[in-house]
């Protein structure tokens, strides 16, 4: 099995690292918050200090960090792992960030004779534990082919969109916008069967079995039904970060987007109103408040 270096130990990154140990990778592991180490390094991880320490010249550097800034200064900053992955490395990029940052560390990378494989990923901390995610990946077939051990050992299913690194973050942040509307609609539906005497979590179950049979629906129309808020899976300022980025592509791209401008709109009261740390479903108690409910 081949050495991996893992960057970034949040709720994602620390469950993945593991599945990665126990799969049989030689692992060492960097996290800006060396506390997140600990547990990996009983496990059989090396840790090191900083991210260029982490990784082998002509290895693979996996991260897994939470904005477009965090990656460029674990990659390209003063203590980068960029120069030290060199030539015949190979960096997987698992973050939901930009297309345009994933252009711009690919051609950082071909710089040094390394390769740049984009691999954002679908689903929960949970789904990670379980080796259930699902990856999105694009980059050159020769990233691909060095990467797939590896991301087979973190999910359930890859899933290609070509040759342009950009396309797998187009395509994640597509899914997050989804999910995000999703989230929205069970919100305002779940408001208005409460105030109509309608059991919430009742309906949310009914939906989820019958015409929305789904795991967005089932995981989600339960989380809001019952507003299990925390601990948070996913935080309400990264779903925030998320809709710029989408905001953004759209933008760039001339496509309006009124569903996005919306959902901008209820992550950004939940911002102001002291929400960033509570579950992204968190969104729901704006539609509540709304409507008049006690929350």
């Known amino acids: 099995m081949e050495s991996l270096s893992f960057i970034g130990l949040g709720n994602m990154g620390t469950p993945m690292a593991r ?3 126990q799969a049989g990778f030689g692992l060492t592991v960097f996290n800006r918050t060396s506390e997140r180490t600990k547990d990996l390094v009983i496990a059989g991880a090396k840790s090191a200090l900083t991210p260029s320490d982490s990784v082998t010249a002509g290895g693979i550097a996996i991260t897994m960090l939470a904005n477009d800034a965090a990656l460029l200064e674990t990659v390209l900053g003063p203590q980068g792992f960029a120069d ?37 990923v679908f689903g ?13 990946q694009s980059g050159s077939a020769a990233a691909k082919q060095r990467a797939k051990p590896v991301l087979e ?18 395509a994640k942040l597509s899914g997050n916008f989804l999910i995000l509307s999703a989230i929205e609609a069970l919100s305002e539906t779940l408001v208005l069967a409460e ?13 989820g079995q019958t015409i929305f049979s789904c795991p967005i629906y089932q995981n989600y129309g339960r989380i809001i039904s019952e507003r299990t808020f925390e601990p948070a899976g996913f935080k309400l300022e990264l779903g925030m970060k998320d ?13 309006p987007m009124p569903l996005a401008d919306l959902l ?7 911002l102001a109103k002291g ?21």
């Open 84 to 120: 030290q992955l060199g030539a015949g490395g190979l960096h997987i990029s698992m973050s939901t960030v930009s297309p345009e940052t994933s252009r711009r560390l690919a051609d950082e990378h071909a710089q040094r004779g390394s390769l740049f494989l984009s691999a954002p």
């Open 153 to 170: 050992a973190l999910g359930q299913g890859i899933h290609d969109f070509g040759e342009e690194v950009g396309a797998a973050n187009v």
């Open 195 to 207: 105030k109509n005497g309608l059991d919430r979590a009742s309906l949310a179950n009914f939906f």
């Open 275 to 295: 929400r960033s740390q509570l579950d992204w479903t968190a969104m729901e108690l704006s539609s509540a408040e709304d409507a008049g409910l006690s929350i």
């Open 243 to 255: 809709v710029r980025l989408i905001r953004e592509v759209a933008e760039e791209s001339v496509v």
């Open 124 to 136: 929960r901390p949970e789904a990670a534990a379980a080796r259930k995610l699902w990856v999105c």
């Open 19 to 21: 599945n990665l140990l």
């Open 264 to 270: 901008h709109a209820r992550l950004l009261a939940g």
